[in-house]
């Protein structure tokens, strides 16, 4: 059992875990995710790293309520403990002295982005950060990204804080001022990702993203998470979950992100039926 | 000397159309009587002859007499001193290729059921003493080594390699990736073919002798081999598997609804997929599904997509009948159950919606060249054959390859193009310093008991290596 230390509701339906896994912990890099199954009857589901410490021995998730299993993991409180918890799963980010890095992250990826920008600023790039939600009461964790950039560009959608807009504008922006991008870290939803890449792609700027599609195992022995890179199939849990957002297959991505949807309406609804009662 | 009994008993099953719509074991197993029944007919000959055909050696003329006589605690002394998992293995041996090949009654065309009646003692002990009623801590069957062993990955392999290891007193420590013990006993076999039930109780035994069993233990992640051989541990016993699931590696194969066997299956057994909404993870149900390939990963596929409620279920195999790598058994259970055999056939491409969901398979008729390097008859392809099969669901069981995580994050280790690990199959030792491996990581994929013979094998240098 791994036993949650800390919670926090970072915004509405945004959670924070941190864990007790010390062993989990030693291993952890930015950019690699864990495994988590609440119970015996749990799904497996990934769930990327967004911080770890190894003195302390604890490793953190935020993860959003979609479904069924995230809303039942969002129940639990600090102290509970969860069943399962696999990992460090996958290659760590890429994290060299590249020059200038545009991170760009949407949503719930703020807290993905957050451990890859850290590193990325510790190997001695400079750090653009471009942060877009929705709207400014789904923001967090731009604090966090703040410390670790030299500059921030926030954007929501209804334009109640910093720039209206989406994370695709300011980004274009950025690579139309003449200003050196050495490389662009788009990390969000598939559609948010899928948008930067295209940004990015007329103007060769080496963009990588991190995919998250559905997976069982996350060690390579079912080939759920299969996505098409530069025409290959490969597996995301171990052949990324970084991959070059140009070469992506993105229609595939998105096809395969939907080959549960009954179910997980079905599930969803039957927990909300069973938890209301 | 007495008239040979050449009448083999039959074991009670589940009717084909009842036992087709539920997860439900299927072979029922003897009652005493046709158990002991069975065992007279064992002539006890001189030669020993299924002794020499079982991998692991079970004295299996010992224990049949000891059923035969009614001393059921004999028959389980005799069986388990050399077999820790036989309800494993009475239930999923090929014995017909084995131990009941080289029984002198095969001769007549009558072996003893030898798997049968293992499966009929060590059910028997688990009625009587049951799992939960073994002693927690190691058995007191000799003095401590002081010595300690890590085994990675807990299937047949690494579980008979550490129940040997810890017999002999050394400290095991198992690590499996997955968040229950047992490989593909758990996530592989069918609850209908084996019994998760039976799985736990014989990994719990092997647990009672003092292993100690590390869950959710990706090596190669969480630690590396080099870092677990630092770590204190004299030798290290790699017993990972062949967990790579292969496919045709069609651009067309990444529609959805097409599965892989080992995606399909894990989500069905060792997830319970089954019990959705129960239990949280989801699996598809088709009303057509064509499951691709002729080993028994493809039987267990089909069998659990027909339980799932499926109309039509299609084995796609480009060889014919006499050529399918499964056990003949679970082909006729299957036939019995209503799959369509569609024999030389081979899928040329799948076909899909503008939603990315298969809806068909392209195939080509086959037919039978010259034997290949594999010794049976090469497929050809007949060219102008194309014909279309309506599916809404395919499951690819082609076979499967050692995962390569370990050795990709290991010195020294010694692989094939095949990814497999090189080991001497007289000792199971690796090129590298104090590392072992066993089971379908040396071989590719096989058998259970194969993988168990080679854990046994290694336990035992193992041993010889640490001075016992």
């Known amino acids: 059992m791994y036993k949650i230390l800390l919670k926090q509701d970072l915004v509405t339906q945004i959670h924070l875990f941190r864990m007790a896994a010390p062993a989990v912990a030693r ?29 302390e021995g604890t490793v953190t998730i935020v993860f959003m309520e979609v479904g069924a299993t995230t809303a039942r993991l969002a129940l639990l409180k600090e102290g509970d403990a969860i069943a399962d918890f696999v990992g460090p799963l996958g290659v760590p980010a890429e994290i060299e002295k590249f020059g200038t890095v ?9 807290a993905v982005v957050a451990p890859i920008a850290r590193a990325l600023k510790k190997a001695g790039n400079k750090i653009i950060t471009i942060l877009g939600t929705r709207s400014k009461e789904l923001l967090f964790w731009d604090d966090v990204l703040k410390a670790s950039s030299d500059e921030m560009i926030v954007t929501t959608d209804d334009g109640s804080y910093g720039r209206k807009g989406v994370v695709t504008e300011p980004l274009k922006e950025l690579l139309e001022s003449g200003q050196k991008i050495d490389r662009v870290v788009a990390i969000g939803p598939v559609v948010m990702m899928k948008f930067c890449a295209l940004t990015t792609l007329p103007f060769g700027v080496k963009t990588i993203v991190s995919l998250n599609p559905i997976m069982v195992d996350g060690t390579g022995m079912c080939g759920c998470c299969r996505v098409a890179v530069d025409g290959e199939t490969k597996f995301a849990c171990v052949d990324g979950p970084d991959f070059d957002g140009h070469k992506v297959d993105w229609d595939l991505m998105a096809a395969r992100q939907r080959i549960y949807l009954g179910e997980e309406k079905c599930a969803y609804e039957e927990w909300q039926k069973s938890h209301s009662s | 000397m007495a008239k040979l009994n050449l009448n ?3 074991m009670p099953r589940q009717a084909p159309k009842k036992r087709a719509k539920n997860f439900n074991e299927v072979a029922l197993g003897y009652s005493l009587e046709q158990a002991q029944e069975e065992a007279s007919r064992c002539i006890q000959c001189p030669k020993r002859n299924c002794v020499e055909g079982c991998p692991v050696g079970v004295d299996i003329p010992d224990f049949i007499k000891a059923i035969r006589e009614g001393d059921m605690p004999e028959a389980v002394k005799v069986l388990k001193s050399k077999n820790a998992l036989p309800g494993i293995c009475g239930r999923v041996c090929p014995q017909e290729s084995q131990c009941e090949a080289t029984c002198t009654l095969a001769k007549k065309e009558a072996p003893i059921a030898i798997g049968r009646l293992e499966r009929f003692v060590a059910d ?25 062993i890590a085994v990675v990955g807990s299937g047949p392999a690494g579980l008979t390699a550490a129940a040997d290891l810890a017999k002999l007193g050394h400290s095991v420590t198992i690590f499996e990736a997955l968040h229950v013990a047992g490989g593909v006993l758990m996530y592989g076999i069918p609850e209908f073919r084996l019994p998760k039930e039976i799985v736990q109780s014989e990994v719990d035994y092997v647990a009672s002798l003092g292993v100690k069993i590390e869950l959710d233990s990706v090596v190669g992640k969480l630690a590396t081999l080099d870092e677990i051989l630092a770590d204190g541990y004299n030798a290290v016993f790699l017993g990972t598997g062949a967990g790579l699931p292969m496919f045709l590696g069609y651009p067309s194969e990444n529609l959805n609804g097409i599965y892989s066997a080992n995606e399909f299956l894990t989500r069905v057994n060792l997830m319970k997929a089954y019990l959705f909404p129960d239990y949280d993870t989801p699996v598809k149900v088709g009303k057509q599904v064509a499951v691709i390939g002729g080993g028994n990963v493809a039987m267990d596929s089909a069998r659990c997509a027909l339980r799932l409620g499926a109309d039509k279920v299609y084995i ?8 399918l790598p499964a056990r003949r058994e679970e082909v006729e259970n299957a036939m019995e159950e209503g799959i369509e055999f569609k024999f030389l056939t081979n899928p040329k491409q799948f076909l899909g919606d503008e939603q990315n969901w298969v809806v068909g398979m392209e195939c080509h008729r086959m037919e039978l060249g010259e034997p290949d390097e594999s010794g049976r008859r090469r497929p050809i392809v007949k060219e102008g054959s194309e014909f279309v099969i309506d599916v809404d669901e395919v499951i690819v069981a082609l076979g499967t390859r050692p995962n390569p995580l370990i050795a990709s994050t290991t010195e020294g280790l010694e692989t094939t193009r095949w990814g497999t690990v090189v080991a001497d199959e007289a000792t199971g030792k690796t090129v590298k310093d104090r590392v072992w491996a066993g089971g379908d990581i040396v071989t590719g994929s096989a058998t259970v008991i194969s993988a168990m013979g080679a854990g046994k094998v290694a336990a035992a240098d193992i041993n010889k290596f640490l001075g016992g």
Do not use: H, M
């Not at chain 2, 073994?134 to 069957?141: G, N, R």
């Open chain 1, 27 to 55: 291993k952890a890099r930015a950019g690699q995710f864990v495994v988590v199954r609440i119970d015996e009857k749990g799904e497996r589901i990934p769930l990327t790293i967004a911080d770890y410490d190894e003195k």
């Open chain 1, 102 to 110: 545009a991170c760009v992250a949407g949503g719930v990826g703020a």
């Open chain 2, 8 to 10: 083999r008993v039959a």
């Open chain 2, 124 to 148: 028997w002990e688990r009625g009587n003493t049951g799992a939960a009623k073994l002693p927690k801590s190691p058995k007191p069957t000799g003095k401590s080594t002081g010595k300690k």
């Open chain 2, 316 to 323: 796609v195999y480009r060889r014919s009948d006499v050529e």
